[in-house]
Structure formats: C-alpha cells, structure tokens
C-alpha cells in the first residue's frame, strides 16, 4: 500500500501522549501512532454507520423474509 505524507496541526498534550506510547514503544514512531488511530476511528465509523442503517430495518418484514428463504430451503431437503 502506498502512503501519502500529511501535516497536521496537533495539540501539545495529545503529541506528549502519543510521545509516551512511542517511548514505551507501543508505536513505533509518531506516524504509526496517528495512523492506528485514524484507522480504528474510521472503522469505528463504519460499524456505527452499518449498526444506525440496520436500525431502520422494519424487523417484522426482515422476519418474514427470513422466514420464506426458510421454508423453501426445507422443501429443497430430502426426506430421510
């Protein structure tokens, strides 16, 4: 995967803290520190995202549905 550099503008007690996590190498250096955390943020995002969409299921059909696939599924078994 290729990379891009950035700068950004931090505040002094958050680079103090990534600092830390280097010196007690939990990171590496500074950039993977920001970068783990820009990543678990944004995934973090999508699975609430996906949970708030999934919350606008009308539960009732969802079951209905599921229990239609059921039923032919059972008709496709051989009988024993």
Same mark, same amino acid.
């Given at each position: 995967?290729?990379?891009?550099?950035?700068?950004?503008?931090?505040?002094?007690?958050?680079?103090?803290?990534?600092?830390?996590?280097?010196?007690?190498?939990?990171?590496?250096?500074?950039?993977?520190?920001?970068?783990?955390?820009?990543?678990?943020?944004?995934?973090?995002?999508?699975?609430?995202? /996906? $949970?708030? @969409?999934? !919350?606008?299921? *009308?539960? #009732? %059909?969802?079951?209905? /549905? $599921?229990? @239609?696939? !059921?039923?032919? *599924?059972? #008709? %496709?078994?051989?009988?024993?």
């Amino acid at each position: 995967m290729s990379t891009t550099k950035i700068a950004i503008t931090v505040d002094d007690n958050l680079v103090h803290q990534v600092d830390e996590l280097v010196k007690e190498k939990i990171f590496a250096n500074r950039s993977k520190a920001f970068q783990v955390a820009i990543f678990e943020k944004l995934s973090h995002l999508h699975h609430t995202r /996906l $949970a708030q @969409e999934c !919350l606008k299921l *009308d539960k #009732a %059909q969802e079951q209905a /549905l $599921a229990d @239609e696939g !059921l039923a032919e *599924d059972l #008709a %496709q078994w051989p009988d024993y």
